[in-house]
């Protein structure tokens, strides 16, 4: 038995009671005290830490902050005030509830979105088309052939498949070409 007392540490304060509250006590902020500066003031006060002192810190600070030992304010730490008011966060404050006279009742409040359609309800008339009262036809016109016998010649405006395909013209083969070019030289020698 003589052993184990030998070996133990210390006896520190527990953390939640003594070392944290004497911390921020101490610091005596207006703002609170962050979790930093409670940690170097209690470096300093109790030199000798455990090596997962930061870890305890943590867990501890945040079980005082459940169980409402101490308040989180903009990442500070301070002593719960009985006689405070509540933080707020930021944005518009809420509107203050004026109490009702008695003997008016509250009409249930409307839900969100578009209302269902009532299947009892008879179906609507299909609206009447309205024509525009131009007579052309929707759309891009149709693309009309050129005259058969020139500009001048007919006056006929028949639809006629086109002529040429569309498109890239297809690429001419090297063998056409060199009988081209062989028959010009025939052409050029005999005149």
Known sequence: MATEEVNKPPSL?????QMIVNAIEALNDKNGSNKTSISKYIES???DLPAGHTTLLSHHLNRMKETGELIFWKNNYMKADPNAPPRRGRGRP???KDPLPPGVVLSPARP???PPKDPNA???????????GTGKPRGRPRKMARPAGGI????TTTMVAAVRPRGRPP???ASALTEANSGLGKVESEV
């Open 45 to 47: 006060q109790y030199g």
């Open 112 to 114: 969100r979105g578009r």
């Open 122 to 132: 008879p179906p609507k008339s299909p609206k009447p088309k309205v024509a525009s």
């Open 13 to 17: 304060p527990s953390y939640p009671q």
């Open 171 to 173: 690429k001419v083969k």
């Open 94 to 96: 809420p509107k203050s």
């Open 152 to 155: 001048g010649g007919s006056s």
